[in-house]
Structure formats: C-alpha cells, structure tokens
Nanobody
Framework: QVQLVESGGGLVQTGGSLRLSCAAS????????AGWFRQAPGKEREFVAG????????HYTNSVQGRFTIFRDNDKNTVYLQMDRLKLEDTAVYYC????????????????WGQGTQVIVSS
C-alpha cells in the first residue's frame, strides 16, 4: 500500500502563500492520480484538488479555483499544492491521497491517510 506524508503547513496571514508537499513511499505513484483534501474543525473532509498521473489534467473545488495549483514531480514521487491568496476559510488540516484512476478519483482512493499538515490562516 502507498504511504503518504504531508508537510509544508503552518501559520500564515490572509493573502499569503504556502506550498504543501505529499511524499509517497511504498511504491511509485507515477501511474496514479492524486488529490489533496482538507478537513476544517467540525467539518467533514472535503476534496480540494486533483491531478492525473502525468499532470496534464487538474481539477479544483470551486472555492480554491484560481488560487491553488496542484502539480507533481513523478521523479520525486511527490505531489504538491501551491496555495496563494489564502483566506481564513482555508484553515484546515490538509491531506493527500492517490487513486488508480483519474475518473472517479475521490471514490477510488487507495493510499493510507497520513497525519496531514495543519494550515492556519490568520487575519
């Protein structure tokens, strides 16, 4: 099974930027789709962004469209989330996961959920 470790979170002011990393181990993820998810206090975990195996296709939830960018480096077995123009409502624990197929990514996750990385946006 694929193990995933997220990093790069922290405390940032509104309008600031952070880059999250998701390092995979256990097997190469170059043929997997990947996604970032987040869970805010008291809320369900939600999809944030997804990317296909090559990086040629991406998809974002409406609230982050135009502010976040997902990309990957398959040579490093790592997926990234560049977060710009951060808002208070982006505060959450961010997780990544992988799927065998780009279509229906959220329903076909196969990785082990990591501990996530905390993002706190302050005013």
């Amino acid at each position: 099974q694929v193990q995933l470790v997220e990093s790069g979170g922290g405390l940032v002011q509104t309008g600031g930027s952070l880059r999250l990393s998701c390092a995979a181990s256990g097997r190469t993820i170059s043929s997997y789709a990947a996604g970032w998810f987040r869970q805010a206090p008291g809320k369900e975990r939600e999809f944030v962004a997804g990317i296909n195996w090559s990086g040629s296709s991406t998809h974002y939830t409406n609230s982050v469209q135009g502010r976040f960018t997902i990309f990957r480096d398959n040579d490093k077995n790592t997926v990234y989330l560049q977060m710009d123009r951060l808002k208070l409502e982006d505060t959450a624990v961010y997780y990544c996961n992988v799927a065998l197929a780009w279509s229906g990514l959220q329903a076909n996750l196969v990785g082990s959920w990591g501990q996530g990385t905390q993002v706190i946006v302050s005013s």
